[in-house]
């Protein structure tokens, strides 16, 4: 299989989802030519707003590969990640992206994918969503812990 066979995969997952009752967004995960998982979002299914493609298909490939690192992976999904897989997609170390549709196709559907990367660029004060630091100095403590910590697992 080749870069278009798994993006043709990843599509005809989107479209399967749609059938199926849930977003139109399909995404699989390779390593070394071959797939290692393959998700559809499942947002509305499963009541749960994370649970887009790409972030459905992380989950699948470190479940399999019993790992938290995706390093020498790579992922195709039939559309841009939204931000929060964007952000995902870091975690998770996967090497390369390819997408299909884009952000502005997404929004022309009625996503919000596009809004959300926008409201990134803004300052803090400037968001639709408030934001308060509330607490800071007792929170340090956690990661006091964490940098004191010697055996602790770093990713
Ligand atoms: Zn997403």
Redesign the pocket.
Known sequence: MDKKDFMRRAIALSEESVRMGGGP?GAVIVKDGEIVSEAS?SVTLDHDP?A????NAIRKATQKLDTFDLEGCEIYTS?E??????G?IYWAHLDRIYYANDRKDAARIGFD?DFIYKEIALKPQERHKQMEVLLSEEAKEAFQMWEADGDKAEY
């Open positions: 967004f979002n994370t887009h493609a790409e972030v559309c990640p939204c931000p929060m897989c964007l995902a994918d």
